[in-house]
């Protein structure tokens, strides 16, 4: 069974653009989970989608977004980026949810904004 | 907010000793309760998880313990081994589909 699959692995963007960050979910799986991990912040909970739906955000800023397709490939944009948007993002799946399911990670997309 | 608190930066043991890696939350309403391992360039891979009914779960090498009234968790690994240097996240879920996580313990075991 294929992981799942976080397209590009590196991204460099300036301030002020947008950037469009893509996952595959593992077959099978409906939840997809966006996280962004920093140095000494660890990995903090950006969203969830399942069966195209947002079922819960974490506490970032509108210019995070999301969104879900119906083969469960989901993507992630970020407006007006910020120099603090630098960090790893990763995307996770996860059969029926966060909760009480264990979650498999992509490697991740590091995104530098200069 | 950090919910979910991992005071030690790093740890570094002997090989062949055991590795105690902590937690610490404050949420009393977390119920469900996981590592996961991650390699540099990786993502994070499932390690082992708890739910709140029990205060411990073992899975081979690794042990979880689960201490609901000081709300602390701890990773045991024993024996440790040179491939099990990582950096080690404890996680919780409070049951609304929100996984909180810690900032990551780096564990370097030594040859």
């Known amino acids: 069974k294929a992981g799942v699959t976080q397209t590009p692995r590196y991204l460099i963007k300036t301030r002020g653009q947008q950037v469009t960050l893509s996952c595959s979910p593992i077959s099978g799986h409906r939840s997809v989970s966006w996280y962004q991990q920093t140095p000494g912040q660890g990995l903090q909970f950006l969203f969830e989608y399942f069966s195209e739906t947002q079922r819960n955000k974490g506490n970032f800023p509108g210019r995070f977004s999301g969104r879900q397709f119906s083969n469960s490939r989901s993507e992630m944009n970020v407006s007006t980026l910020e120099l603090g948007d630098s960090a790893l993002y990763l995307c996770?799946?996860?059969?029926?949810?966060?909760?009480?399911?264990?979650?498999?990670f992509g490697n991740g997309t590091r995104l530098t904004v200069t | 907010d950090q919910q979910v608190k991992q005071n030690s930066p790093s740890l570094s043991v002997q090989e062949g000793r055991i590795s105690i890696l902590n937690c610490d939350y404050t949420?009393?309403?977390?119920?469900?309760f996981l590592w996961y391992k991650k390699y540099p360039a990786e993502g994070p891979t499932f390690l082992i998880s708890i739910s709140s009914i029990k205060d411990k779960n073992e899975d081979g090498r690794f042990t979880v313990f689960l201490n609901k009234s000081a709300k602390h968790l701890s990773l045991h690994i024993v024996p440790s081994q040179p491939g099990d240097s990582a950096v080690y996240f404890c996680a919780a879920s409070a049951g609304i589909d929100d996984m909180r996580f810690g900032a990551g313990t780096r564990l370097t075991v030594k040859p």
């Open positions: 996770a799946s996860s059969l029926n949810g966060v909760y009480n399911s264990p979650l498999h």
């Open positions: 949420n009393s309403m977390f119920d469900y």
